[in-house]
């Protein structure tokens, strides 16, 4: 390879200057980044990194997180550095990075498809035979205590909001299911693990997504929801990566029209994953997200025969027990509540207000979360319908449950009802409501 080229080998070689490292120190810090010990790489191996004999490939995000290297630098090398890059090493990578400072992975605008790659087939394989004799032995119990601690973190961000918990559930990705992760185990413990942790890293995508609607925020959320699929994809699993995509698909839906044809296609490629599942739930919850991409689409067509498919699959769930996947947690609550959503972005107040209240009062959806939500949705449209009184009730109640909920989502519907009700000051009880709101967004 050329050494005097715009390449990687160049970057490691300035980065290394810079340091006063040999190739020895290198390896070192490159062997504790990766889990692997102050001897995880040899001398040599190191200095071919130095010369460009070698592509970091599957280093590489340890040699952006020892070396401080910038995403944009490593993007304007001029070699390209291998496809094949461990979905693990990188997805600890981006949970170990100060965002603010080395933006690895999470400040780069790239869009959510041109994320995905190509997931890679041999990924558990490869790390079952390399790994180390010294690395810890992992078993069913890590692979149970993972999932324990997704639901128990999920249940308290579906509760509180995303930022609730977002430090701690990267922690535990960093701290405890890394060295798992790089520990020693069989092939079917490693689908676990993997799948386990796609699972995780799906949280974390869905809490930087709740926390904050700025770049920073976004751009974080769409790298754990591909990491979460290339994780699921590697271990086999199709719901799991369905569900990933569905995440993908619905924050690019929040970006607005101009990313609506990305988002139809991230949700055709969820259904696409969803095509061999035999369960109800997951089938209506991938259906309704294809029908919101659809209806942003403008699609009309599209979006109401998938939303019917979604409602004949979700009536047969009436008297089933929901699961314990993240798709079988879609209830009639959750679909009504999607539905409302969805007719609302299609022009039909009506039936998204009726779809609304059913959400609330018939079914009952009981996180405050997403309580909050809905609510601040439908008192827009009671407004929107002309129903100032039945507008003021409804924000009334969303006020008092958006207490204490660290939700971009919540937090958009009390500057979006403020807004709305800036014009209706003279009216009784407006002033009040807007002080409070005031109050809310103040804390948030």
């Known amino acids: 390879m050329d050494q005097s080229g715009n390449s990687i080998a160049r970057l490691i070689r300035q980065a290394c200057a810079e340091r006063g490292w040999g190739p020895s120190k290198l390896a070192r810090a490159l062997g504790l980044a990766a889990g692997r010990g102050p001897d995880g790489m040899s001398r040599q191996y190191a200095r ?9 490939e599957w280093w590489l995000p340890y040699v952006i997180q020892v070396l401080d290297l910038e995403s944009e630098q490593v993007a304007d090398t001029a070699e390209p550095i291998g496809p094949v890059i461990d979905t693990v090493a990188s997805v600890l990578a981006l949970g170990r990075s100060d965002v603010d400072r080395r933006g690895f992975l999470a400040t780069s605008s790239g869009a959510a498809l041109s994320l995905l790659g190509v997931p890679d087939a041999e990924a558990i394989t490869r790390r079952v035979r390399n790994s180390s004799s010294s690395a ?42 890394g060295p798992w992760l790089d520990g020693r185990y069989t092939e079917a413990i490693g689908q676990k693990l993997y799948a386990a942790t796609s699972q995780l890293a799906h949280l974390i995508g869905w809490m930087a997504q709740d926390e904050g609607d700025d770049t920073k925020h976004q751009a974080l959320a769409r790298h754990y929801y591909a990491h ?12 799991l990566a369905a569900t990933a995509l569905r995440g993908l698909t619905v924050q690019t839906i929040g970006l607005g029209p101009k990313h609506r044809a990305e988002a139809l296609a991230l949700s055709e490629k969820c259904m696409d994953h969803a095509r061999h599942l035999d369960d109800p739930r997951a089938i209506a919850y991938y259906q309704s997200t294809l029908a919101e991409a659809a209806a942003l689409n ?23 027990p929901t699961g314990d996947s993240w798709a079988s947690h879609f209830t009639i609550g959750r679909w009504a509540y999607a539905s409302g959503t969805i007719l609302a972005r299609m022009g039909d107040l009506a039936g998204a ?24 949705h439908l008192g827009e449209i009671h407004l ?8 003021l009730t409804v924000w009334t109640e969303f006020l008092d449950c958006a207490e204490g909920v660290q939700s971009v989502r919540v937090r958009d519907a009390a500057e979006d009802m403020c807004v709305r009700l800036a014009r209706y000051q003279n009216v009784s009880g407006v002033s009040e409501l807007a002080q409070k709101a005031a109050v809310l967004l103040a804390r948030a």
């Open 384 to 391: 929107q319908q002309g129903d100032l009184d039945g507008a």
């Open 298 to 320: 403008g699609d009309h067509p599209l979006a109401t025969t998938s939303l019917s498919a979604s409602q004949n699959q979700i009536e047969r769930t009436a008297a089933t």
């Open 48 to 56: 071919k990194l130095m010369v460009g004999e070698r592509n970091p």
């Open 228 to 239: 979460a699929y290339r994780l699921a994809d590697e271990s086999g699993e199709q719901e």
């Open 353 to 376: 207000r009726e779809q609304l209240h059913t959400a609330l009062e018939i079914h009952g959806l009981d996180r405050r979360r997403s309580r909050a939500a809905v609510l601040g």
């Open 136 to 177: 810890v032995r992992v078993g069913q119990g890590e692979v149970s205590a993972i999932l324990r601690m997704v639901k128990t973190l999920g249940d308290s961000a579906a509760e509180y909001g995303g930022g609730h918990v977002k430090k701690i559930a990267i922690d535990y990705l960093t701290g405890s299911a």
